[in-house]
C-alpha cells in the first residue's frame, strides 16, 4: 500500500526517530511512503493562518496538489500536519472564495488541486489499511508485562472536517495497537487532553501547566511509559518533561515514545534502528522490563 | 494582567459591524447561533490561563465589543485543540474564531497581552517564506533577540539538550525552484495583503 | 343550460366601496352585459333588506342566477348563499320558500382586494367592473350541487396504550364510543408506569396511572388490543380500515393468573426494558406488577425452544396450563371512523446519538456506559422506586449530579428543547433529599425552564433546599475509580468546576417513539421538521392532521408533560366526538370527479394526489370523494381532460378568465390566481391594512394553483392578460417545489406560442405576509409594464392553438 508521505518539518529536525522507527516498521506492514518531492511546510496549525489564512491554505494547498500529481492520498506522521492540511483541503472544497484565491495563487506556479485527495494520519493507516491482526502478526517479541499510556492528543481525534478514523472522546486505535503489540493499555483520564503544543513557544508556562497533566496521571495509573503518535506531543512530553519537573517540582522520569518505535520494538527490531537512543528521557527502564524478553531474543 | 474592566457597558463602547466582519471568517459565519451554554468554557483546556472564557469572547462578539475581543488573552491562549468545538452544541468552529481574532488583531495594531504573540506569528511565517520549511535555531534567535539572559540561558539548556541527541537541523533547507515555491508565497501574501 | 337570467348585485358598503367605486357607473355597465336581467346597488348588502331584495328579486324576475359583488368571500360567503337558499321566515312572518341552491351564486371581491387598496378612482371603478363581470361569465356556468352526507362508523382506533391513548379511550368510551386501544408492547401503561413521582404535586405516578390502566381493561366500550401494531390503513375519512399485526405472547391471557412460577423455573436471564436494563427478570417474564393486560409473556429472541428446541420447563410448571408455544401471530382488521396517533417519545440513546449527529455519541463525554454510577432520568426513577442506591455498590448516594439538555437544543439533529428535563432533574433532587437529607444535589443547566402551573414555586422550594443550581452546559464526566469528576464552567461565575461526584443522572433528549415514520406514512400525516407528527395548524388546531379523521394526543406531537399530554387528550375526544357525534359526516361537493368516457386509465392523477384520494378501478379511475379535498391538482394533469372539479369547473374558469381580461383600458393586465384560503385571505389582510398597490392586478380565487393549468394561462392571454402570477398558501398540501415544477412546465410551454416565460411568476405565502404578496405585485406589474402589452396578433394566434386543441 503506497502513500505520498508529508513529513512535516518536525519530522526532519526534532522528530527523526519517529520517521526512522516508522521506516524500520512499514517494510513488515506493506506501507510505502513516497516522500512527496519538495513539499512545504504545512503552516503549522494556526502560525501562519493567524497571520495570513490565505497563504496558509496556499501553503497546504501547493502541497495537496503537489501530491495530486502523484496520485495518491497523502500520510502524515505529524498529528498537527494531518490538522492544518485537512483544514486546508475542507476549506477548498466548501469555500468557493478561499479556493479560487488559493487557485489563482498556486496556478501560476503551473499547480492545480481539483481536490479529491485525503489527507489521513499514519494512525488511521495502521488501525484501517493494516489493521491490528497483520500487526499482531508481526510481533517477534510480544511486550508482555509494559504498561503503555496511549496518549492520543487532539487533532486526530477531534477536529470537524477530519478524515476521523477514532472515537472523538474515548478513541481506541492506539489501545488496539498496543494490545496487539502485546502490551498492556493502561486506562487513564487524560488520553485526550491538549498538551499545548502551538504554545510552546509563546506560552511556555501556560503549555507546561497543560502537559503536565497526562504525565501526572499516566504516572498515577502505574504507566511504565507513554506513547504518541505526534511530534508536537512528544516534544512537550519528553524533551520538556525536565522543566517540567522542575517547575512543578514533581518527579516524573517517563519514557514517551513513539508508536512506530513501540511497534519496531515488539517486531524484534534494534532499539538503534528505531533511532530509541535519540530520546531525551531514557527508555532504559523499558529495557530493564522487558530484559527476559529481550535477552532471549538476543541469544 | 486583566483587562477587565469595572464599568458599565455603553452603547457606544460596539462596535455594530464587528459581527458582520466576524461572518467573514471561514467558520465565522454561524457565530449569532451560540446559546451562551458554557460548554466551551467547561472543556477548555487552556481556560486557566484566560481573562475571559470561551463563552464570553462570544457573548462580547455579540455585542460589538471589538476592542475588548481583540485584545483579551484568551484569543491567543487558545491552543486549537478542538475540544470545545466537538462539543458545542450549535457546531461553532471556535477555534477558527479565535483565530480570525488574531488576524483582526494584528492587522488592526491591536496590543497583545503577550508581546511575543503577534511577533511570533510574523517571523514564522517570514521564515517559511525564506526556506520553505521552518528552520528551529533561526526563529528562537529572532524571537528571543531582545529577551532577559534568563530567557536565553534557559533556551540555551534545552537547545544543547537536543543538540546532542541531534535533534536540532542547524542547516536550514533549500526546496528546488522549478516548484515556484517562493512565487506561491509572495503571491498569497500580497493577495491578503489588500 | 337554461337560459341565464342573473341578478347582480353591488353593496356600497356604506362608502367603504361606493366612496371609491362609482357603483352606479358599475351597475349601469353591467347591466348591458348578455344574461343580466338585473342589476341593483344598495347601501348593505349583507343586511337583512338587502338579503330580502335579493329573495324578491328571485321571484319576482325568475332569476336563475345570483352574483353579490361586496367584501371578500370569506366574510359573507354563506351570507349570501343562505339569503339566495333563502331559508327560514321573514320580518311579514311568512315562510320564505327555497329560492335557489345556494351554488348558483358566485361573488365579487370589490372592498378587501380593490375599493380598500387602490387610490385612482377611475382604475378602482374600471377593476370592479372587470372583477364583476369575470362573476357574471363565470356565474353562467354554475351548476345547482348538494352537500352528500355519508354514514360513518362510530367505532374509534387509539394507537399507543400510554397515558396519552389510555385517557383518550376512556373520554371516548365515556361517550359512548367503542375504542380499539391498540399497544404494541405486552402492557399498557407506557413511560407513565415507569415513573416514581410526577411535579410538582410529587404525586405516585402509579398511583394515579393504574386506576385508568384497570377501568380501561374493564370497560366494556374498550378492547385493548396488545402485542399489536398498525400495518396498513385504507378507507376514507369516517370509514377507515385499520389491519393490525398481534405478535404471539405464547401465554394465553384469560388462563394465565400471573403467578409467576414460571419464571421462577425460567433458565433464561435478560435485562428488564421496564426496570431500564438495571435490572434482570426472565425471559418469560410479566412486565410490571400492575401490567395490564397482567399476563406473563415469553420473549422469543432469547427463549431456548425457539432458538435451540429444548427447554419449555415454564410449561411443566405453569398451574393454569396457560404457555403456548405454538401460538401463532395473528391480522385483524378493524373498522373504526377515527383514527388517533398516541405513539408518544422515546428517549435518546447512544446509538440513536451517532445515527442523528453523524457518528457523534454525546453520551460519551459523560462517561456513560464507562461508569454503572452514570445513568439517565429513567433509569433514575427505577433507582427511586428500587430504594434508591448506587448501582455500583448499592450504597446511598450522597452527591449527585443532574446533567440537563444531553443531545438537546442542536443546531441540528434536535433542535427543540425536551421541555420536561429542568422539571424532571428539579423534582429528582427533592426526592433525593427526602430519602437522603444529607444528600448534596448539583443540577448543571443551561436555561431552567419552569413554565407551568406550580412550577417556578417547586424551583423555588429546591432553592430553599440548598440545591446548587450552576449555570453551564457539563462538559465532561470523567470516571475517576469508585466516584466520578465532572467538569463543567459555571458561567456565573465564569470559573471553571471539577467536582466529584457519586453519581450523575443524565436528561436524554425525547425523541419520536420507534415507529413513529411508518405510522404516519400509512395515515397519510405529515411529520414536522422535529421528526414528530405535524398538527393541521400550530394554534388553532393543534390536534387535528392534514387528513380528515386522524387526529393526534400526547408525546406524539412532541415532548411535554402529563398534564399537557391530558388536555391535549381531551381536545383530541372532543375533535373526535364532533367529527363522529351526528353519525354522519357533511361532504362538500366541491370535489374532483372522473368523466368515465374520457378516461383512459393511465393513473397520472394518482400520483398527484395529497389524500390518496384517486384509486385504480378496472378499467379507469376513481375518486373518493370524501378522502378529496377539492384542492384541483389532478385536473390539469389529466391528458385526455377526463378530471373535472365542482364549483371550479374549466368551464367557470375558463369563462371567468374571459370575463375579467377582455376589456378595460390599454393599461396592462395581470390575472393573479391566489389559493383560495392562505394566499386569499393574505390579499384580504392587505385589503384591510389599506396598503395600496397596482389596480392592474386582478384576483382570481383557485381551490389551489395546481388546479391552473396551461390551458387556463393561454386563455387569460388569449382575452387581454399581459401577465399571470400565481400565489400558492404555504400550508397546502401543494408544497412550494411542486408549484416551481408545476409553474416551470407551464412556462415551458409558452415560447411555443410566442410568449415570454417572464409573463408567468408564482410563489407561496403564509398568511400574515401580505406585504409580501403586495410586493410581488408592484414588481411583477412594474415588469410587465416595461414587457408591454401582447399584441393582438400574438393573442389571436394563441387564441386559433386554443380553439384547434378542442
Same mark, same amino acid.
Given at each position: 500500500?503506497?502513500?505520498?508521505?508529508?513529513?512535516?518539518?518536525?519530522? !526532519?529536525?526534532?522528530?527523526?526517530?519517529?520517521?526512522?522507527?516508522? +521506516?524500520?516498521?512499514? +517494510?513488515?506492514? @506493506? *506501507?510505502?511512503?513516497?516522500?512527496?518531492?519538495?513539499?512545504?511546510?504545512?503552516?503549522?496549525?494556526?502560525?501562519?493562518?493567524?497571520?495570513?489564512?490565505?497563504?496558509?491554505?496556499?501553503?497546504?494547498?501547493?502541497?495537496?496538489?503537489?501530491?495530486?500529481?502523484?496520485?495518491?492520498?497523502?500520510?502524515?506522521?505529524?498529528?498537527?500536519?494531518?490538522?492544518?492540511?485537512?483544514?486546508?483541503?475542507?476549506?477548498?472544497?466548501?469555500?468557493?472564495?478561499?479556493?479560487?484565491?488559493?487557485?489563482?495563487?498556486?496556478?501560476?506556479?503551473?499547480?492545480?488541486?481539483?481536490?479529491? #485527495?485525503?489527507?489521513? $494520519?499514519?494512525?488511521?493507516?495502521?488501525?484501517? @489499511?493494516?489493521?491490528?491482526?497483520?500487526?499482531?502478526?508481526?510481533?517477534?517479541?510480544?511486550? +508482555?508485562?509494559?504498561?503503555?499510556?496511549?496518549?492520543?492528543?487532539?487533532?486526530?481525534?477531534?477536529?470537524?472536517?477530519?478524515?476521523?478514523?477514532?472515537?472523538?472522546? $474515548?478513541?481506541?486505535?492506539?489501545?488496539?495497537?498496543?494490545?496487539?503489540?502485546?502490551?498492556?493499555?493502561?486506562?487513564?483520564?487524560? +488520553?485526550?487532553?491538549?498538551?499545548?503544543?502551538?504554545? *510552546?513557544?509563546? @506560552?511556555?508556562?501556560?503549555?507546561?501547566?497543560?502537559?503536565? !497533566?497526562?504525565?501526572?496521571?499516566?504516572?498515577?495509573?502505574?504507566?511504565?511509559?507513554? *506513547?504518541?503518535?505526534?511530534?508536537?506531543? $512528544?516534544?512537550?512530553?519528553?524533551?520538556?518533561?525536565?522543566? #517540567?519537573?522542575? !517547575?512543578?517540582?514533581?518527579e516524573l522520569g517517563l519514557p514517551v515514545l513513539y508508536i512506530t518505535q513501540l511497534i519496531g520494538l515488539a517486531f524484534g527490531l534494534p532499539p538503534k534502528e528505531l533511532g530509541l537512543h535519540r530520546n531525551i528521557v531514557s527508555p532504559n527502564k523499558i529495557f530493564e522490563k522487558l530484559k527476559g524478553q529481550m535477552t532471549q531474543k538476543a541469544s | 494582567m486583566k483587562t477587565h474592566s469595572s464599568h458599565n457597558i455603553t452603547a457606544q463602547m460596539t462596535d455594530p459591524s464587528f459581527i458582520e466582519e466576524i461572518k467573514k471568517i471561514p467558520g465565522g459565519e454561524k457565530i449569532l447561533d451560540c446559546i451562551q451554554c458554557g460548554i466551551c468554557a467547561g472543556s477548555c483546556h487552556a481556560r486557566f490561563a484566560m481573562d475571559y472564557s470561551p463563552m464570553q469572547i462570544l457573548k462580547m462578539a455579540h455585542l460589538g465589543l471589538k476592542q475588548e475581543v481583540l485584545s483579551s488573552s484568551t484569543i491567543w491562549i487558545c491552543a486549537s485543540c478542538y475540544t470545545c468545538a466537538s462539543r458545542c452544541p450549535r457546531g461553532l468552529n471556535i477555534p477558527a474564531i479565535m483565530s480570525g481574532f488574531k488576524n483582526m488583531a494584528m492587522k488592526n495594531n491591536v496590543q497583545a497581552p503577550i508581546a511575543l504573540k503577534p511577533k511570533f506569528h510574523k517571523t514564522f511565517t517570514e521564515i517559511i517564506g525564506k526556506y520553505g520549511r521552518m528552520h528551529e535555531p533561526e526563529l528562537q534567535m529572532r524571537l528571543l533577540k531582545k529577551t532577559s539572559p534568563g530567557e536565553l540561558l534557559h533556551n540555551a539548556s534545552l537547545g544543547l539538550r537536543m543538540l546532542r541527541k541531534g535533534k536540532l537541523k542547524l542547516q536550514p533547507s533549500k526546496l528546488d525552484s522549478s516548484t515556484h515555491f517562493s512565487e506561491i508565497y509572495k503571491k498569497a501574501s500580497s493577495e491578503e495583503a489588500k | 343550460m337554461k337560459e341565464p337570467k342573473i341578478g347582480v348585485y353591488v353593496c356600497h358598503c356604506g362608502g367603504n366601496i361606493s366612496d371609491t367605486v362609482d357603483v352606479a357607473k358599475v351597475r349601469e355597465n353591467i347591466s348591458k352585459l348578455k344574461g343580466v336581467e338585473i342589476a341593483q346597488t344598495y347601501e348593505y348588502m349583507c343586511s337583512k333588506p338587502g338579503q330580502d331584495m335579493i329573495q324578491r328579486d328571485i321571484k319576482e324576475h325568475g332569476l336563475n342566477r345570483a352574483v353579490v359583488a361586496s367584501c371578500s368571500p370569506r366574510m359573507h360567503l354563506d351570507t349570501f348563499r343562505g339569503a339566495v337558499k333563502g331559508a327560514g321566515i321573514d320580518f311579514r312572518g311568512a315562510e320564505k320558500k327555497a329560492a335557489l341552491n345556494p351554488y348558483l351564486l358566485e361573488m365579487a371581491n370589490i372592498r378587501e382586494q380593490c375599493s380598500w387598496v387602490h387610490d385612482n378612482k377611475e382604475a378602482a371603478t374600471e377593476k370592479a367592473t372587470a372583477l364583476i363581470r369575470g362573476a357574471v361569465e363565470r356565474v353562467k356556468y354554475n351548476e345547482p350541487l348538494e352537500p352528500k352526507t355519508m354514514p360513518v362508523n362510530r367505532d374509534v382506533a387509539v394507537i399507543g396504550g400510554g397515558i396519552a391513548g389510555i385517557l383518550a379511550s376512556i373520554e371516548l368510551a365515556d361517550k359512548g364510543y367503542k375504542v380499539y386501544l391498540i399497544e404494541r408492547n405486552p402492557s399498557i401503561g407506557g413511560h407513565m408506569a415507569q415513573l416514581s413521582k410526577t411535579f410538582p404535586t410529587l404525586d405516585c405516578s402509579a398511583c394515579i396511572l393504574t386506576p385508568k390502566m384497570v377501568y380501561v381493561s374493564q370497560h366494556p366500550g374498550i378492547e385493548i388490543i396488545d402485542m399489536a401494531e398498525p400495518i396498513a390503513i385504507n378507507g376514507s375519512p369516517g370509514n377507515y380500515e385499520l389491519t393490525v399485526r398481534i405478535r404471539p405472547r405464547y401465554v394465553d391471557k384469560e388462563k394465565c393468573i400471573s403467578c409467576g412460577e414460571c419464571a421462577k423455573v425460567c433458565p433464561v436471564k435478560k435485562w428488564s426494558r421496564h426496570e431500564e436494563d438495571l435490572v434482570q427478570e426472565k425471559c418469560i417474564y410479566l412486565p410490571f406488577k400492575q401490567a395490564v393486560p397482567n399476563a406473563y409473556v415469553i420473549d422469543k429472541d432469547l427463549c431456548l425452544w425457539f432458538n435451540k428446541g429444548v427447554c419449555r420447563v415454564c410449561e411443566k410448571f405453569c398451574k393454569g396450563k396457560a404457555i403456548i408455544f405454538d401460538q401463532k401471530e395473528e391480522t385483524r382488521r378493524l373498522n373504526v371512523g377515527a383514527i388517533i396517533s398516541c405513539t408518544g417519545y422515546q428517549q435518546l440513546t447512544p446509538d440513536l446519538s451517532k445515527e442523528i449527529f453523524d457518528g457523534w455519541n454525546v453520551f460519551s463525554q459523560y462517561g456513560f456506559g464507562l461508569h454503572p454510577d452514570v445513568v439517565t432520568n429513567l433509569q433514575f426513577e427505577r433507582l427511586m422506586l428500587q430504594g434508591l442506591h448506587r448501582p455500583s455498590n448499592g450504597k446511598p448516594p450522597k452527591k449527585v449530579a443532574f446533567v440537563l439538555c444531553v443531545g438537546s437544543r442542536m443546531d441540528k439533529g434536535i433542535q427543540y428543547c425536551c421541555k420536561i428535563g429542568c422539571m424532571n432533574a428539579i423534582k429528582h433532587t427533592l426526592l433525593l433529599l427526602k430519602a437522603f437529607p444529607d444528600a448534596d444535589p448539583w443540577v448543571f443547566y443551561t436555561d431552567i425552564r419552569a413554565h407551568g402551573k406550580g412550577y417556578e414555586e417547586f424551583y423555588s422550594k429546591a432553592r430553599d433546599h440548598n440545591v446548587k443550581f450552576i449555570r453551564g452546559r457539563v462538559a465532561e464526566v470523567v470516571p475517576n475509580g469508585d466516584n466520578l469528576i465532572l467538569r463543567a464552567e459555571d458561567t456565573v461565575l465564569s470559573r471553571q468546576i471539577e467536582e466529584t461526584f457519586d453519581m450523575v443522572v443524565l436528561s436524554p433528549a425525547l425523541l419520536p417513539n420507534v415507529g413513529t415514520g411508518e405510522i404516519s406514512k400509512m395515515m397519510g400525516v405529515d411529520l414536522g421538521p422535529d421528526g414528530f407528527f405535524l398538527e393541521r395548524h400550530h394554534k388553532l388546531r393543534p390536534v387535528d392532521t392534514k387528513m380528515e379523521g386522524m387526529y393526534l394526543a400526547g408525546c406524539a406531537l412532541g415532548p411535554k408533560d402529563i398534564r399537557e399530554t391530558t388536555v391535549e387528550t381531551m381536545a383530541t375526544a372532543s375533535k373526535v366526538a364532533t367529527f363522529l357525534g351526528k353519525g354522519e359526516i357533511s361532504v362538500s361537493p366541491e370535489k374532483a370527479y372522473i368523466i368515465s368516457e374520457k378516461c383512459n386509465a393511465c393513473g397520472e392523477c394518482i400520483k398527484y394526489c395529497p389524500t390518496k384520494a384517486i384509486e385504480s378501478i378496472s378499467k379507469g379511475v376513481h375518486i373518493n370523494s370524501i378522502s378529496c379535498t377539492g384542492c384541483g391538482i389532478c385536473v390539469p394533469r389529466c391528458p385526455t381532460d377526463a378530471i373535472d372539479l365542482k364549483q371550479s369547473t374549466d368551464a367557470q374558469l375558463m369563462a371567468q378568465i374571459q370575463g375579467t381580461s377582455e376589456d378595460g383600458s390599454d393599461r396592462p393586465r395581470i390575472i393573479a390566481f391566489l389559493e383560495k384560503t392562505t394566499a386569499y385571505g393574505s390579499a384580504d389582510l392587505a385589503g384591510q391594512t389599506r396598503i395600496s398597490y397596482t389596480p392592474n392586478v386582478k384576483i382570481i380565487s383557485v381551490p389551489s394553483t395546481g388546479r391552473v393549468g396551461l390551458k387556463h394561462v393561454l386563455h387569460a392571454f388569449a382575452n387581454g392578460a399581459d401577465g399571470i402570477i400565481l400565489i400558492e398558501g404555504d400550508d397546502s398540501p401543494f408544497q412550494e417545489d411542486q408549484v416551481r415544477e408545476h409553474v416551470n412546465n407551464i412556462k415551458k410551454e409558452l415560447s411555443k406560442f410566442g410568449v415570454e416565460s417572464l409573463r408567468v411568476v408564482s410563489t407561496t405565502t403564509t398568511l400574515p405576509q401580505y406585504d409580501k404578496v403586495v410586493n410581488l405585485f408592484q414588481t411583477f406589474d412594474d415588469r410587465v409594464t416595461k414587457m408591454g402589452r401582447i399584441s393582438p396578433e400574438k393573442r389571436q394566434k394563441i387564441a386559433n392553438a386554443l380553439a384547434g386543441d378542442k
Open positions: 500500500m503506497k502513500y505520498a508521505y508529508f513529513p512535516g518539518c518536525s519530522i !526532519h529536525a526534532s522528530a527523526k526517530e519517529y520517521a526512522m522507527a516508522a +521506516k524500520a516498521v512499514n +517494510k513488515y506492514l @506493506d *506501507v510505502e511512503l513516497v516522500e512527496i518531492p519538495d513539499w512545504n511546510c504545512c503552516g503549522a496549525i494556526d502560525a501562519v493562518y493567524a497571520y495570513n489564512p490565505l497563504l496558509s491554505v496556499s501553503l497546504a494547498a501547493r502541497n495537496l496538489a503537489l501530491a495530486q500529481n502523484m496520485k495518491m492520498d497523502i500520510v502524515t506522521l505529524c498529528s498537527a500536519c494531518f490538522f492544518t492540511l485537512s483544514r486546508a483541503n475542507n476549506l477548498m472544497r466548501e469555500n468557493a472564495d478561499m479556493k479560487s484565491r488559493v487557485d489563482r495563487a498556486i496556478n501560476d506556479a503551473g499547480l492545480k488541486y481539483e481536490g479529491g #485527495i485525503k489527507v489521513r $494520519h499514519y494512525m488511521d493507516i495502521l488501525a484501517n @489499511d493494516v489493521g491490528f491482526e497483520k500487526i499482531r502478526q508481526q510481533v517477534k517479541m510480544p511486550l +508482555k508485562g509494559l504498561k503503555v499510556a496511549p496518549y492520543y492528543g487532539c487533532l486526530i481525534v477531534r477536529p470537524t472536517g477530519i478524515q476521523r478514523f477514532d472515537d472523538p472522546e $474515548h478513541p481506541t486505535s492506539m489501545d488496539n495497537v498496543i494490545k496487539a503489540l502485546g502490551a498492556e493499555a493502561v486506562n487513564y483520564p487524560d +488520553k485526550t487532553s491538549c498538551c499545548g503544543a502551538s504554545l *510552546v513557544i509563546t @506560552d511556555e508556562e501556560v503549555m507546561m501547566e497543560m502537559t503536565k !497533566h497526562p504525565l501526572l496521571t499516566a504516572k498515577e495509573a502505574q504507566a511504565d511509559c507513554i *506513547v504518541t503518535p505526534c511530534p508536537m506531543c $512528544h516534544f512537550n512530553l519528553e524533551a520538556k518533561q525536565k522543566d #517540567i519537573e522542575s !517547575h512543578f517540582d514533581i | - | -
